[in-house]
């Protein structure tokens, strides 16, 4: 789907501190924002980030943890608190929505009930003032991004929810803004279409150009598309990081449990740098002083498993621990293995496709994975 940016129409907002360096250069800055409701808790504080011209930023987080507050400061529908917007350096923070150059896919869609499908894609151009034969024109290549230009005619409340959906990305999509806000645009949609569209999204805001901010509660759609992701909990931005980054070194235990699955151990350095965990010594790849109490953190898919039966896996630097298979569950390209380690239970995933080696439940086994792959932190930093 062939799509460009139309030229500017008179009345839209101008692009008038568009970054002359294009891509790469600071596009959206948050410096400290904050709101506050009365007088609960700040819905978010402290948040500051840097978007450069063109990035996709994923925003994830539990629910109540401020990702729709934080949309909704940038697009100027709630004051901020405290803090400033830039775009392109230029201060925003004080502007109304229609002066922001910005498309905003809400949570809830928002559609005009009495209003068509092409009528509320629309709207913004008509905001905007452009020309009815050029608003036509977009609204229609607007409506094939999100495959919906055979149902144009018709009222919201003859569209399914994912259809719904779909026309507020279109009415997000036909302004050509220079940020797009995605609020969970993908939530109704069936698993196909999801992919489908969050490939589309992706697409589209590449080649435009496009700086974009999408909040998702799905953290595999988020490593899935974005140049990086925030992790935010109770108002605040946990860790910014490239999706590899994030799941590799989360810096937080919350970080680590929210971007995948993770096998948990309590246990306590020991003299010369092992980690009594039970009955046994764990080696891990960091060091901290004798005695500190950990939380060893390790994803069940780095976790290789034998058979006790065939001789113990060279240890090799790595951590060998005999368990007893309680659980097996078959989830279609993977399978998952519930593992008893001693006095834990460990989380073992194994791909289908890697090999013919499955077991059975009370299998002996050994569990092995190397001291790399064991992410260590402080107890009581966990949520
Ligand atoms: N108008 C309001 N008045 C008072 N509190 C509010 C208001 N809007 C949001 N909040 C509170 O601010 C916090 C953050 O809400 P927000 O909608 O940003 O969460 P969220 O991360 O988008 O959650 P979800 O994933 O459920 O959509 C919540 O505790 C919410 O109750
Ligand atoms: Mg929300």
């Known amino acids: 789907m062939a799509i460009a940016r139309a030229p500017h129409a008179a009345g839209e907002a101008p692009r008038d501190a568009a970054p002359a360096a294009g891509l790469n250069s600071v596009h959206l800055t948050l410096e400290a924002l904050e709101k506050r409701y009365g007088n609960l808790p700040p819905s978010v504080s402290a948040l500051s980030l840097q978007l450069r011209q063109g990035e996709l930023l994923g925003l994830l987080g539990p629910s109540g943890c401020g990702k729709t507050t934080t949309l909704r400061m940038i697009s100027g529908l709630v004051p901020v608190t405290a803090g400033r917007i830039l775009v392109a350096g230029r201060d925003v923070t004080a502007l109304p929505p229609y002066r922001r150059d910005m498309g905003v896919v809400f949570q ?5 009930p009495h209003m068509t499908v092409a009528e509320n894609v629309a709207f913004g151009l008509e905001m905007r003032k452009v020309s009815r034969t050029e608003a036509k024109e977009r609204v229609m290549r607007a409506l094939g991004m999100v495959r919906l230009e055979a149902l144009a005619d018709r009222k919201p409340r003859e569209l399914s929810g994912g259809q719904q ?9 036909v302004i050509e803004p220079s940020i797009l806000l995605l609020d969970e645009p993908l939530s109704n949609l069936d698993a196909k279409l999801r992919d489908e ?3 589309e999204i992706r697409d589209i805001q590449q080649r435009l150009g496009i700086t974009a901010v999408f909040v998702t509660h799905d953290q595999v759609e988020a490593m899935a598309i974005c140049d990086r992701i925030g992790v935010m909990r109770a108002g ?3 860790q910014i990081a490239t999706p590899l980054e994030m799941y590799e070194r989360p810096t937080t235990p919350f970080v680590a449990d929210f971007v995948g699955r993770m096998n948990h151990l309590r246990g306590t350095r020991l003299e010369g740098g092992g980690v009594r965990v039970g009955e046994a010594v764990l080696a891990t790849a960091g060091t901290s002083p004798a005695g500190e109490a950990l939380l060893l953190m390790v994803r069940p898919h780095r976790i290789q498993m034998t058979p006790a039966a065939t001789a113990q896996p060279e240890a090799a630097g790595r951590n060998v621990q005999p368990g007893t298979v309680r659980r097996v569950t078959f989830v279609g390209d993977a399978l998952h293995y519930e593992v008893a380690m ?3 239970t460990m989380l073992v995933e194994s791909s289908t496709v890697s090999g013919p080696q499955s077991f059975a439940v009370g299998d002996a086994v050994f ?7 064991t992410l260590t932190f402080p107890a ?4």
């Open 108 to 112: 809830a869609y928002a559609l005009f």
């Open 165 to 173: 959906q779909r026309v507020a990305l279109a009415r997000a999509l």
């Open 197 to 199: 569209m969050r490939n």
């Open 236 to 238: 605040r931005l946990e």
């Open 342 to 344: 001693g006095a834990e």
């Open 367 to 373: 569990l092995a994975w190397s001291p790399d792959d």
């Open 380 to 383: 009581g930093t966990e949520a």
